[in-house]
């Protein structure tokens, strides 16, 4: 038996890793409307069936769950709640992210968990893994995100004069945040590879690609940051999840990126 890794399908982690590291998806809601598609985040009764599925899995070993940063989705509330009832059992991590930084803290601490780490292990290995990872994401347009209420209040305030640019924004402690504004796909990608590589310090890093029907010019980003970042770096190239589609629109590709180190938030302890 072996401690059990959750998380929700905005992670986007691909179906092949999550058959081979045994990682549990829930899939979040994505609502067909009238005048418009939606998504709906998890609710406790949901996640804690999911949860007491995987503990019967794994013998009660535990479960570390992971979900989309709390600032973006209900899930997070709603997981706290479900995780109360297993007395401990469920470790709920708040991730302060979304997409494959999520799915990379659960990668690691799935792997961990396959080797028979005990629940301890596993939540800090992911909550490292969280901490050193940084994620990116290039837009065609901005509308879909100001319109889902899920930027940040200053970038929502001047979303208006960003409308005709390509922009880059960056999770940061949950939020979207406005990293860059670009005109052309060739401005943006350097422009992304120059954040991951200053972020990266010299040292190998792992980077996930994660593409909205836009297989090639993903491709092409992948390959600038092949050449740009230190041999002993790892790449995957993944669809971004359907429930992140609705917001980021056509086009989008994110990056996240977890490095060897977490950055320096200046303070001394």
């Keep these: 038996m072996a401690v059990r890794i959750v998380v929700d399908s905005s992670a986007g982690v691909p179906e092949d890793v999550v058959k081979e590291l045994g990682i549990t998806v829930v899939d979040l809601h994505v609502m067909d409307k009238e ?58 991590i708040d991730t302060a992210s979304v997409g494959m930084a999520v799915g990379a803290a659960a990668m690691a601490a799935a792997k961990l ?52 640019i390509k922009p880059i924004m960056e999770i940061h ?11 052309t796909q060739a401005k943006a990608f350097s422009k992304v590879a120059e954040l991951v590589v200053e972020r990266a310090a010299g040292d190998p890093v792992f980077v996930a690609v994660q593409h909205v029907d836009t297989e090639p010019a993903a491709l092409q980003l992948r390959d600038l940051l092949e050449e740009v970042l230190p041999e002993g770096s790892s790449f995957m190239l993944a669809p971004l999840s359907p ?12 990056v996240s990126a977890v490095f060897s180190t977490a950055p320096d938030t200046g303070d001394d302890d």
């Design 243 to 254: 429930v992140l589609t609705v917001h980021t629109g056509a086009g989008a590709i994110g």
């Design 35 to 92: 005048t418009e598609t939606t998504t709906s985040g998890l609710s406790s009764l949901e996640l804690a069936a999911a949860y007491a599925r995987q503990l019967e899995r794994g013998g009660d070993d535990g479960v570390v769950a992971l979900h989309v940063a709390k600032e973006l989705s209900s899930t997070y509330s709603a997981a706290v709640a479900a995780s109360a009832v297993f007395d401990g059992a469920v470790r709920v």
């Design 113 to 164: 968990a396959q080797e028979g780490a005990d629940l301890d292990a596993c939540e800090r290995l992911a909550s490292d893994t969280l901490r050193r990872s940084s994620t990116w994401v290039y837009l065609q347009k901005i509308d879909d995100l100001r319109r889902s209420g899920r930027l940040s209040t200053g970038t929502a305030i001047m979303s208006a004069a960003v409308l005709a």
């Design 173 to 183: 402690d949950g939020k979207l945040e406005l990293a860059g504004k670009t005109r």
